[in-house]
């Protein structure tokens, strides 16, 4: 059976709340999951870091038969996308693309606003990388953009701390620290992958006439058009609607996460990445 399936890449769990919405809207297509969980969180790692774990993690998937990934987890897409994009893809595989999460959310973040006012919850990584505020600017210049690290969010999710009352602590904590940026933000965006799991806790410390959007939707919307827009990838893409989960981690301790952010059962296997990494050695 000739598979192509579109890889989708996390430092962790976070991407399976992408997948979730990609594989309701394109049910048909295969699909590669590859969780990083061994090295997870990449919030809080250097440029160098990030774009090495990401690098490789591209590479199994490429090796995996990947004509198309999508990196679902913004502290990847802000640190090591446009480098991977331009420099890397046009030696290791120039006919293969990567895509991120971060461009086909601000193509739209300036739809939800009225006060024109945004804010950002994100790791410390894609805070520092200002890769939201320069590039809603692109789409939307009259919209202000205020951000806020939240760096124990992602470690409260894969520690599966994230109905505890820790989690309500940090989660009081941030969002009190966005808020006070500004009083007129209308719309609050769940800018990393893993946050969608803390959204009711979030909710309970919103004030009222403040929305909250996770990405999911957004980038599965994305993702359909772009298809439509390049039939030449879409026909590449194998149907057969099959699901393969991988993790750099522990297989057992996956299952047992990735019921909670996909709402469906996995059967994950291990990888060390050890293929790309003798390649790398080797060339
Ligand atoms: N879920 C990822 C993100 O969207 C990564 C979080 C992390 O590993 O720190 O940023």
């Known amino acids: ?48 870091s990030v774009y090495h774990y990401t690098l490789e993690c591209v590479q199994w998937l490429f090796a995996k038969g990947c004509p198309l990934i999508i990196l679902a987890c913004n502290t990847a897409s802000a640190k090591a996308l446009r480098t991977i994009q331009q420099n890397d893809l046009p030696k290791i595989a120039p006919h ?9 959310t601000t193509e739209k973040i300036g739809d939800y606003t009225k006060t024109n006012e945004v804010g950002i919850l994100a790791t410390a990584g894609t805070v520092l990388s200002e890769s939201y505020i320069i590039e809603t600017n692109k789409f939307y210049p009259e919209v202000n953009v205020f951000q806020q690290a939240c760096p124990m969010w992602v470690p409260l999710v894969e520690n599966n701390e994230y109905n ?13 620290k966005l808020l006070s940026q500004s009083g007129n933000i209308d719309t609050i965006l769940l800018a990393c992958t893993h946050y969608p799991l803390l959204k009711n806790k979030i909710q309970q410390f919103l ?77």
């Open 1 to 48: 059976m000739n598979q192509q399936p579109i890889g989708v890449f996390d430092s962790g769990y976070g991407g399976l709340t992408v997948l979730k919405e990609i594989i309701k809207k394109l049910p048909q297509y295969d699909y590669v999951y590859l969780g990083d969980n061994a090295r997870a969180p990449y919030g809080t790692r250097s440029f160098e």
């Open 96 to 104: 293969n693309r990567v895509l991120g999460v971060i461009r086909p």
């Open 164 to 176: 505890s009352a820790g989690a309500d602590y940090f989660i009081e904590k941030d969002l009190k």
């Open 207 to 283: 004030p009222g006439g403040i929305s909250l959007l996770s990405q999911g939707e957004i980038v599965a919307d994305s993702l359909a058009d772009y298809l439509v827009r390049h039939p030449e990838m879409e026909e590449r893409c194998s149907k057969h609607a099959e699901l393969e989960f991988f993790t750099t981690d522990s297989p057992a301790d996956f299952d047992a996460h990735a019921t909670i952010f996909l709402g469906r059962d996995t059967h994950a296997k291990h990888t060390n990445l050890e293929e790309v990494k003798l390649a790398g050695k080797n060339a």
